[in-house]
């Protein structure tokens, strides 16, 4: 059985300017010891899909259905303190800006010594030592004078780290990582990805990575879910989607993976066109606008999220044949795709 079952997600928002279905239908699963990259453009619903594992969308505004069951119960129908409790001791979240998880006045030694504490009856040395322990194993120089130091003190990186130790010192069963690097320049988030990693390896922590980033992707993940529009267009485990990706956006978001000599700002305009509105999504296939295949149905009717191989699951209209086919000739006429 999945360690973490997501069915039929929906989350949706009321705002001045009409509903927001920020995630619309989304089902996911998370093996113990794997690791889940979720992948999509910006406002494709990952962090909401993320935030709403931990409760963190129950706005007053927010409608939020369908289940998401860890350890045999139901997050979404959980009241909310016993939420509280698997927040942070069974599942742990760290966010792209640690500074928004970290209170400015306390010492992050403290924070991590108190997290411990909520969550578990241990005395406060003994919550200490842990602290001192995670601090040191995700490579803080001498952790027992780090332990007093405040966030602003600290660097983007340092305390990202420190997050990560926070996570470690309260053993997870599930990391849920939502663009932890995006903030860090590129040898710190090689460092902050390898810690992920072995928090995985040593302690089997299962681990949700959100990123906008392919490469992270192919290099951390055992498993991938493309998301766009609040949907999962295709979903796979990690070799299976770069072996033979099968939706055309899964070939924007490849194509469009910056080569290391391009200039950082590549990055920005992955796919002609943008993204729809979540308040008025487009009819049909909800990529059909940005679409260069778009055989008829894909206007009127939304295609279902089916298995075109064994644990490959793809929603478009085309084909397993001619997605293949369209997909050779891609990787002909690109050389880098292959
Ligand atoms: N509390 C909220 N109220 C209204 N709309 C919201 C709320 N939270 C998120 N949204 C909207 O939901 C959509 C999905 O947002 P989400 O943050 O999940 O995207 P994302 O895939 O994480 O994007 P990014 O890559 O930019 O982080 C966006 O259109 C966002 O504006
Ligand atoms: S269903 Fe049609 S429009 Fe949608 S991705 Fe497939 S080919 Fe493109
Ligand atoms: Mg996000």
Redesign the pocket.
């Known amino acids: 059985m999945a360690l973490l079952e997501i069915d039929d997600l929906h ?1 949706s ?3 001045m300017d009409g509903v ?4 619309a239908g989304v089902s996911l699963s998370l093996d113990a010891r794997r690791t889940l990259g ?1 992948v ?12 709403t594992i931990v409760g963190l ?1 129950r ?1 007053p ?2 409608k939020i259905s369908g289940r998401i069951m860890f350890d045999g119960r139901d997050l979404v129908s959980m009241d909310a303190d016993h939420l509280r409790d698997i927040r942070g001791a069974r599942i742990a979240m760290i966010f ?1 800006d640690p500074l928004s998880s970290l209170h400015p006045f306390f010492k992050v030694g403290h924070q991590i010594v108190e997290a411990i504490r909520v969550h578990e009856d241990v005395p406060r040395d003994v919550a200490k030592r842990r602290t001192i322990e995670a601090l040191r194993s995700v490579g803080i120089p001498s952790p027992e004078e780090r332990f007093d130091s405040f966030p602003h003190e600290m660097s983007g990186g340092m305390r990202q780290r420190v997050m990560i130790a926070m996570a470690l010192a309260l053993r997870p069963d599930i990391l849920i990582a ?2 932890p690097t995006t903030a860090l320049d590129v040898t710190v988030q090689a460092q902050v990805l390898e810690l992920i990693q072995a928090l995985r390896d040593d302690f089997g922590t299962a681990v949700i990575l ?1 990123t ?1 980033d392919l490469g992270v992707v192919a290099q951390m993940c055992d498993d991938v879910a493309v ?1 766009y529009a ?1 949907r999962v267009l295709e979903q796979a485990p990690r070799e299976v989607l770069f072996d033979g990706p099968q939706h055309p956006y899964t070939w924007g978001l490849l194509q469009s993976i910056p080569r290391l000599d391009a200039p950082r700002s590549d990055r920005l305009s992955p796919i002609a066109g943008s993204p729809p ?2 308040i008025n999504v487009p009819r049909g296939c909800t990529f059909h606008p940005r679409c260069p295949y778009t055989p008829p149905p894909a206007l009127e009717t939304e295609p279902p999220l089916e298995e075109a191989e064994p644990g490959h699951l793809v929603r478009c209209h085309l084909s397993v044949e001619e997605r293949r086919r369209l997909w050779q000739s891609l990787q002909s006429e690109h050389p880098a795709l292959r």
């Open positions: 989350v928002f009321k705002t927001v279905r920020a995630v979720i999509g453009e910006s406002g494709s619903g990952k962090s909401v899909t993320a935030q969308t706005f505004n927010a792209q939502d663009e959100i906008h998301m609040g509105s979540l």
